[in-house]
């Protein structure tokens, strides 16, 4: 057993105390006057009228900065008036508050004290203001200057008896300037352990689409949306994590389209959307988004897509028209052997499996049959499975049998929820080697990356745990909240001998640490890059678009340092100015570090001119329906399996959700408007009837157990909700029952955690340790 490093006594949880909780029934709409008032008291709130009102007519514009939030892409002609939603003004309410913390603060607040408080108590403190150290053996964070906290993980990475031993986590938020840099100097110091946040969301979508298709990402454009027949939006709440995809949903069902949804519970925001930005929206009915509402049990797609296929093939020997012979003809490998395998299956089964009637099955099978023009988007609901990429397979093959991939108002549509995560990715933030991008390193930026594979997420976790790892450095994030499987998580962080992390604002990573830990503070998305206000960065939103951002405010603190800034700075302390690359420079000037983003990265191209305005589309593969890359050149009908859903008579299947206060980790609020429930987070969403079998009044308190590897874990004190979801499943917030998820059980090949098929008991409450 190893020793955890950090002796301090912090409580790695947060406290899991109830609130004064209030419930109503679920709204029947999204957005609308409500999300108006939502948006501008969280931003009056933090950043007041005037700085709120000026700084959020410059988001997601053409001259301005990129909302910080999801990656949902920005339309090509922008509204003058605003383009953005509730979360997007809460996202930089939250990172543009003017409220402050520094040197004074950790004086008075120790680190122990500080994570007895609830994530969306340390999301309040404000902005950090200065760079922080938590010596060995301390309990407060002391301030240190850049120079010293450089020349501290400099000696740390170099006291390291492997390159291995080091960790560089990247989040989602870094723009494509600062990825690269990190990605480079992690692979200059001589490591691939470059894990991002990816891994635990969309890297199923990755893995099911590189094998498919022949690239990682989706392959519509926001425009395409308008067009299309039919668009499925498959394990995804977009009311509340991507809002504005519901405006291209209204605009596709105001031009004919259906719209299909398929996820265990019903949504708000798929059931009407109020468009604050239009008059039928702020004063009438909303537009109606859902045509049909598939409530398939949880991953149960397989089966539900199975069965919808069967009778689309049965279809098509009557009629012959149903698929797209000619395509699956000229573009397609492996049809036979599907049909094959469809064959193989009974439709009682499939049935049986999916929950869903045979009348909305043969609904789904009437809308999608006529039709070629068929969208699929989706998110978590699908990925954080452990078949998670089989389940994105199997939509892949719906699509590639309806010919409805590589042609206008078509294709897949994984939507991305972190603002560049796609980005991140796109300029090197991977743990696995590719050889062409390591040769162009070589070639372009003199020095040899290193060509044996790094760490994930959960290799990660693994490392520090084991003692293989034992300095992390994260790029943003909240790896610790992010991660599955919290107690592991904290216990792997703690027995590193340094943590870093390079954030905006305080949260628990900052408080389950390593032996010393360091907090160095960067500019948000909407500050400027230099006081000059020159400097921009760029991104790449959900559909492969490079576009500017520029910050338009006055930073937070003198003492912020920007990401590509303290990236090369740190590598010139490493480095003691003896490198092939010239870090100084690449920090102080972003146009150079995009000319080698241009020759390193793949599809990248004069993007110093072309990321201006609405940006340029990196190249795809499946839009030119080239799929050489593939074997015999074609893209790839597969076979999948049905999930092993196997529950012990007094289990339930739970998944984790996000509130509608919420964005990845960060609490804005601790409401959930659209869900009903106010000023609480401990809740569990449960079917009446199974509340009434097991005997569980409304709002009674439970605990949550799970068991695997014959390891309980239990996540305590839930109050229980009656609501509209599928008998045998449940549904829990994320972050909290984190704890549940195992972190040896992830999904087959992407390695992304189960976190939305988690075998649970609900316990009822005896006392605080009943289970
Ligand atoms: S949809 Fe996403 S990117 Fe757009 S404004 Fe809302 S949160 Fe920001």
Not at 307 to 319: F, H, M, Q, S, V
Not at 328 to 335: D, F, L, P, S
Not at 512 to 532: N, W
Not at 729 to 745: D, I, Q, R, S
């Amino acid at each position: 057993m190893i020793e955890n490093n950090s002796k301090r006594n912090v409580c790695v949880r947060g406290p899991d105390a109830f609130l004064k909780i209030k419930v109503t029934e679920p709204k029947p709409y999204a957005a609308g006057r409500e999300g108006i008032t939502a948006a501008m008291k969280h931003s009056f709130k933090e950043m007041g009228v005037v700085r709120a009102m000026a700084t959020l007519l410059h988001m997601n514009q053409k001259e301005g900065f990129d909302c910080p939030s999801c990656a949902w892409p920005d339309p090509e002609k922008p509204s003058r008036i605003g383009e953005y939603c509730e979360n997007g003004a809460k996202a930089l309410a939250d990172e543009a508050t003017t409220s402050h913390i520094g040197a004074k603060f950790f004086e008075k607040h120790s680190v122990e004290e500080l994570s007895l408080r609830t994530d969306y108590e340390l999301n309040t403190l404000g902005r950090i203001t200065e760079p922080l150290v938590l010596r060995a053996e301390n309990v407060h964070y002391s301030p240190i200057s850049w120079e010293e906290a450089f020349t501290l993980i400099a000696d740390e990475l170099h006291s390291l008896k492997s390159r291995n031993e080091a960790i560089f986590y990247t989040s989602g938020r870094s723009s494509n300037e600062a990825a690269f840099l990190y990605g480079l100097f992690a692979r200059a110091f001589g490591t691939n352990n470059l894990p991002d946040c990816s891994n635990m969301c969309h890297e199923s979508s990755g893995v099911a689409l590189s094998e498919t298709l022949g690239i990682g990402k989706g392959s519509v454009k926001l425009e395409d949306l308008y067009g299309a027949e039919v668009i499925i939006v498959a394990g995804q709440n977009p009311g509340t994590n991507h809002p504005r995809m519901l405006s291209a949903l209204e605009k596709c069902k105001e031009n004919g389209g259906s719209v299909i949804s398929i996820n265990p519970l019903e949504e708000s925001g798929l059931v009407n959307f109020k468009n604050p930005q239009r008059f039928k929206g702020l004063l009438g009915s909303g537009e109606q988004i859902t045509d049909l509402h598939l409530a398939v049990n949880i991953n149960q797609d397989i089966p539900l897509l199975k069965l919808i296929l069967k009778k689309l093939a049965a279809l098509d020997k009557l009629e012959g028209n149903i698929f797209d012979h000619d395509f699956i003809q000229e573009y397609t490998a492996g049809v036979e052997p599907l049909l094959n395998d469809l064959d193989s299956y009974s439709e009682k089964e499939l049935l049986e499996l999916s929950g869903v009637s045979s009348e909305k099955v043969d609904a789904a099978v009437k809308l999608l049959a006529g039709k070629q023009k068929i969208i699929v988007c989706w998110a978590m609901g699908l990925t954080q499975h452990k078949n998670g990429v089989e389940t994105i397979r199997e939509y892949v093959n719906l699509l590639l049998l309806k010919g409805a991939i590589g042609k206008p108002f078509s294709g897949t549509c994984p939507v991305r929820g972190h603002s560049n995560v796609q980005g991140d990715r796109s300029v090197g933030i991977m743990h696995y080697v590719d050889k062409q991008f390591n040769e162009r390193i070589e070639t372009h930026m003199g020095f040899s990356p290193p060509n044996e594979e790094g760490v994930d997420v959960v290799g990660a976790m693994q490392s520090m745990y084991e003692g293989k790892a034992k300095v992390f450095m994260a790029l943003g994030g909240n790896f610790l909240m992010a991660a599955s499987d919290t107690d592991y998580t904290a216990e792997a962080l703690q027995r590193c001998e340094l943590t870093v992390q390079v954030s905006t604002k305080l949260n628990r990573s900052h408080l389950v640490t390593g032996k010393t830990a360091l907090i160095l503070p960067t500019y948000g998305r909407s500050e400027k890059e230099a006081k000059d206000g020159h400097r921009f960065v760029t991104v790449e939103n959900s559909m492969g678009r490079v576009r500017r951002s520029k910050g338009v405010l006055k930073a937070t603190s003198k003492h912020l340092k920007s990401e590509p800034e303290l990236i090369a700075s740190l590598a010139d302390v490493y480095f003691k100015g003896k490198h092939a690359v010239d870090w100084k420079a690449l920090g102080t000037d972003y146009s150079k570090i995009r000319e080698m983003i241009d020759k390193v990265a793949r599809g990248f191209k004069n993007t110093e001119l072309r990321a201006k305005g609405v940006g340029y589309y990196l190249p795809n593969n499946v839009r030119e329906l080239d799929f050489s890359k593939l074997p015999d050149g074609r893209a790839q009908i597969t076979i999948n399996r049905l999930p092993e859903h196997i529950l012990e008579a007094d289990e339930y299947m739970l998944m984790t959700i996000r509130s509608h206060d919420q964005f990845n980790t960060t609490i804005y609020g601790l409401d959930d408007r659209y869900r009903g429930v106010y000023n609480e987070r401990r809740v569990l969403f449960m079917n009446p009837a199974d509340m009434a079998e097991k005997g569980l009044e409304k709002l009674e308190v439970v605990h949550l157990s799970s068991t695997y590897d014959k390891k309980n874990r239990t996540a305590y004190n839930f109050k229980v909700l009656p609501y509209k979801i599928p008998k045998g499943n449940l549904a829990a917030y994320f972050p909290e029952t984190n704890v549940l998820v195992p972190y040896n059980h992830y999904a087959d090949r992407s390695q992304t955690p189960i976190s939305k098929s988690i075998k649970v008991r609900v316990i009822k409450k005896v006392n605080r340790d009943s289970p």
